[in-house]
């Protein structure tokens, strides 16, 4: 079992710099998290390379 990764993402409302954290055992994912600082919806999709390298994608909710 991986331990989850922590990768810096940038909110799409506030621009606010964000810790999130991935998990490397899900080559593909994609949820919902509310931004800590204003709290809004963030659509995160991440993928991992064969290196497992984390590749964030964020976009408002509603995009």
């Known amino acids: 079992m991986s331990a989850l990764e922590s990768v810096l993402v940038q909110c799409p409302y506030c621009w606010e710099t964000l810790d999130v954290s991935v ?11 509310d ?22 994608d964020v976009r408002a909710e509603n995009e």
């Open 23 to 33: 998990d490397p055992s899900v080559p593909e994912q994609e949820y919902v998290e």
């Open 35 to 56: 931004c800590q600082v204003c709290c809004r919806p963030i659509l995160i999709h991440v993928t991992f390379d064969d290196d497992l390298t984390p590749h964030v």
